[in-house]
């Protein structure tokens, strides 16, 4: 269980996204793809920090410049927090003026780590309605990488010691967690966790969870959600009308199939749901590194976008669901394919759902949003709202009382909250 890394041999990738990966060079591998002669699945999710240059973009008083793979949330009281990680160190600032500037940074592991984060493994943040802020981040530990988590109930002034979050933390690693905030305010988290592997020629991971209380800590033993899951694929999560926790990954299916899947915890400690939603036959020995998204509006409606390069279709695809997640719409592309789009994210408040998502064209990255006014039934032209021609992170979009932003760092210009509204 203490193994770095699992290597597996490249095979059966299509030749068509093989020419489209060396045709658009560096970029289109480090987003999609971690490949050579052999493919190291746990390394590839686990790289450390890409700094950002000192001086850019609200980080110029960072110890090391600030980092590129940075998230955010907005509190209930409308400011937004932002957790950033650092080759050793791990901060959070906060911002009263939608992003243009923020508060001196605050230092939540005193002792130095190795901070291990990526676009898909990266830092999570999220404030509940009591004013709590957690926070959790990957680092070296006895394993080659686990999950910290740590609280501030002073409104973010200090925050707890960081502890490990899987209770098996020592013997198997974790990584890759996802925090989420239920209907209630309960907090929970999920993450990728290796405690159950035994045959490490075979790839996929199992996904456990627990809940946080800001005042107590953990709330309860991690409990196993499911297995097969893709190694390096994030993990999206949301919460339906009946207040379960609802989650959007990809899975390895049989033959080597890496398609998404949809889980759903039941009341009463009963078997969480898992049933297939895609069917894009992907069939890859590698390593996407490439997470879907999911947003459930207060219809009931299940929105989901997701990323795949299989048979029957190629490039990020939309749809929506009314029964549940039983059956979906037609799924939708979106974005141009030979602009190489990818890493959609989601969100749906009522009729209103927006979605996200970069390009890149072979010189510039840009960020692209698309909205429609009636749940996804029909959709306004895509308009790109930034762009820039240096590494830049994920696209991610937030909410508050004041509208929608998509939240977006970059190695040149620094972060950024772009008003959608």
Not at 200 to 206: D, E, I, L, M, V
Not at 356 to 383: C, H, I, R
């Amino acid at each position: 269980m203490k193994k770095t890394a699992v290597i597996h041999s490249v095979e059966n990738i299509h030749n068509k996204f093989f020419n489209r990966l060396f045709q658009h060079g560096g970029q289109l591998l480090k987003r999609t793809l971690c490949t050579g002669t052999v493919l190291i699945l746990i390394a590839c999710s686990h790289q450390n920090q890409v700094h950002l240059s000192t001086g850019t973009t609200n980080y110029n008083h960072y110890p090391d410049g600030g980092g590129l793979f940075v998230s955010a949330a907005f509190a209930p009281d409308g400011r937004l927090w932002r957790i950033v990680p650092e080759k050793h160190h791990v901060y959070v600032d906060v911002s009263s003026d939608l992003g243009k500037t923020f508060s001196p940074p605050v230092l939540i592991n005193n002792e130095s780590q190795q901070i291990k984060v990526s676009g898909e493994n990266r830092p999570g943040i999220v404030i509940d309605r009591s004013g709590h802020i957690y926070a959790i981040y990957a680092a070296e530990s006895t394993q080659p990488v686990a999950i910290f988590y740590s609280v501030s109930k002073d409104n973010g002034l200090s925050f707890s010691a960081p502890m490990p979050l899987s209770d098996k933390a020592a013997d198997a690693n974790t990584f890759q967690g996802r925090l989420g905030v239920d209907r209630e305010g309960k907090v929970y988290v999920f993450w990728h966790d290796e405690r159950n592997r035994t045959d490490w020629r075979q790839s996929g991971n199992a996904i456990y969870y627990t809940s946080i209380d800001g005042n107590s800590g953990l709330s309860a033993p991690a409990q196993k959600l499911s297995d097969t899951l893709c190694d390096c694929c994030r993990i999206a999560t949301a919460f339906d009308k009946d207040n379960q926790a609802v989650l959007f990954t990809r899975f390895i299916y049989p033959v080597g199939i890496r398609d998404h899947g949809m889980l759903r915890t039941q009341a009463g400690g009963k078997e969480p749901l898992t049933w297939r939603v895609t069917f894009d036959e992907w069939i890859i020995e590698g390593c996407p590194e490439h997470g879907p998204a999911i947003a459930i509006s207060n219809d009931d409606r299940y929105h989901i976008a997701w990323f795949t390069q299989g048979k029957v279709r190629q490039g990020l695809f939309y749809a929506y669901s009314d029964d549940e997640g039983q059956h979906f719409s037609k799924p939708l592309a979106f974005g141009e394919l030979k602009n190489l789009p990818s890493h959609p994210d989601i969100l749906a408040q009522g009729k209103h759902v927006t979605l996200t998502w970069t390009a890149f064209d072979g010189k510039q990255t840009q960020l692209y949003v698309m909205q429609s006014n009636d749940g996804g039934e029909t959709w306004l032209p895509p308009k790109s709202i930034a762009k820039f021609n240096a590494d830049a992170d994920f696209p991610f979009l937030l909410s508050n009382s004041q509208g929608v932003f998509a939240s977006w760092n970059s190695r040149t210009e620094g972060y950024q909250l772009i008003p959608l509204n």
